[in-house]
């Protein structure tokens, strides 16, 4: 049996396969360490690990102190694309890069729906 790490690349992979708009994603914890990743060559798991983080932390308080409830998501938009990002569970953090001509709407239920799967193996 797969252990868990290889469980969360491979559902990463699934994630992107289902979504071409999906360049790139990645499982974090909260405290800044990659999980599992589908990153291409060139992009820093560190890097991302650590910025995810602090931008999924920083949402939480932007929501809770201007009373928006509960965090949802964050995300980025670039001239050259997205950057989305979405709790899992309280200890991780799914992290995905899109296109910028992407379709958020399906990009955001792929990923809600991954994120129910990662939440099993977090």
């Known amino acids: 049996m797969a252990s868990r790490t290889e469980q969360m690349i491979a559902r990463l992979r699934d994630l992107q396969a289902g979504s071409a708009d999906i360049e790139a994603s990645a499982v974090v914890s909260v405290d800044g360490l990659i999980m599992a990743s589908s990153l291409p060559a060139g992009i820093e798991e560190d890097r991302v690990s650590a910025m995810s983080a602090a931008m999924i932390s920083?949402?939480?308080r932007i929501a809770e102190e201007l009373g928006r409830g509960e965090l949802d998501q964050v995300y980025i938009r670039g001239n050259r694309?997205?950057?989305?990002?979405?709790s899992v569970g309280e200890e991780a953090v799914l992290t995905a890069l899109a296109h910028s001509n992407a379709k958020l709407g399906m990009i955001f239920?792929?990923?809600?729906?991954a994120?129910?799967?990662l939440a099993k193996l977090v």
């Open 109 to 113: 239920l792929d990923m809600k729906r």
């Open 115 to 117: 994120v129910e799967d």
């Open 58 to 60: 920083l949402g939480e």
């Open 81 to 86: 694309g997205y950057v989305v990002l979405i």
